[in-house]
């Protein structure tokens, strides 16, 4: 089945202890981003991933990190959370960057305390 | 500024009756132009999409949206509403040359009996 998995999906976490969110598609997708979703805000870009080795911020990126070392995995770091990125976070992939539609995984629901 | 905006933060509509959500858009080209539907505690997934030619376009569910340069707009609609259409519905746009998708702030939309 054609996916976008992330792990975890719940997760409770102290400030500033390093914590790690994958995200991996099956389809193949060149391009692959996150997004944080906070009420009344819809959803915002952390980073995205044209292809392999390449990564761009979003509007969002301060206090994120991401790697893309293969086409498919995209995963997102936090080196120091903060009670500021308690959010839900999406992981989304598309064939290529513009023109198709966007895959979003389920979502990953974080608490900083 | 370059914004997408989505004027309803709730709507309520009885089971069977009509449905439009409102979009605007406020970019120099017309960008690429989305729906997407959350529902509760799931991901996003997309409705239907607008890149050129014909101005009104059919979507998944029964769902259609009229693009209407002249007032920037992106209206989604559905002609009878079924209780499953509760959900969180955004409007996304990706500007012409650029990759980001940026999203509306949503709107949740309540079928009631």
């Known amino acids: 089945e054609a996916q976008v998995t992330q792990n975890p999906r719940y997760l409770i976490t102290v400030t500033g202890k390093k914590l790690t969110v994958t995200c991996s598609q099956n389809?193949?997708?060149?391009?692959m981003s996150w997004y944080r979703q906070d009420p009344g805000l819809g959803l915002r870009q952390i980073y995205y991933?044209?292809?392999?080795?390449?990564?761009d911020k979003g509007d969002v990126p301060e206090g994120y990190k991401v790697s893309r070392k293969e086409k498919r995995n995209f995963p997102l770091i936090l080196e120091s959370p903060s009670p500021n990125q308690t959010s839900l976070y999406f992981c989304?992939?598309?064939?290529?960057?513009?023109?198709?539609?966007?895959?979003f995984g389920p979502g990953t629901r974080l608490t900083v305390t | 500024a370059q914004s997408v905006t989505q004027p309803d933060i709730h709507i309520t509509v009885s089971e069977g009756a009509s449905l439009e959500l409102r979009c605007n858009y406020s970019?120099?080209?017309?960008?690429?132009l989305f729906w997407y539907v959350q529902s509760p505690g799931q991901g996003l997934q997309l409705l239907l999409k607008y890149f050129s030619g014909d101005t009104l376009v059919q979507g998944i569910k029964g769902f259609e949206a009229e693009f209407k340069r002249s007032q920037s707009s992106f209206n989604l609609r559905k002609p009878s509403v079924h209780w499953s259409d509760a959900a969180e519905y955004f409007c996304a746009v990706v500007p012409l040359g650029d990759y980001k998708l940026s999203f509306g702030a949503g709107t949740t939309v309540t079928v009631r009996a």
């Open positions: 389809m193949n997708h060149e391009y």
């Open positions: 989304a992939s598309s064939l290529r960057a513009v023109g198709y539609e966007q895959y």
């Open positions: 970019y120099g080209a017309t960008p690429y």
């Open positions: 991933s044209m292809n392999v080795e390449v990564t």
